[in-house]
């Protein structure tokens, strides 16, 4: 649009910062079992190929559960946690992992 343009000579305006895109449940459902299955499938084909190629049989479980430990930790390291909410307290937990009592002035209950 002719608004967003600027003018001859003009430096270019930043635009304003938004936060990415966050996809829904399913988005993330589908991604994950893609994850999954594609590392179980690349992995266990590449020693799939190497049994055929060295006439073994131990190449193609190798592949498949390097590639599930690879597609694991990928999916941890993506999905892993939840972002922390704003303005909530960093932990309301005692090391102990229980809550600990409410404070309150001398002499009240």
Known sequence: MAEDDPARG???RPRPAREAPRGSGAETGYAVIG???SGMAVWGGAGWLLDRWWDTRVFLPVGILLGISAAIYLVVKRYGGLPPTPGAPEKSDTPGGRRSRPRTQKGQR
């Open 10 to 12: 003009d430096p270019p």
């Open 35 to 37: 994850t999954m299955i």
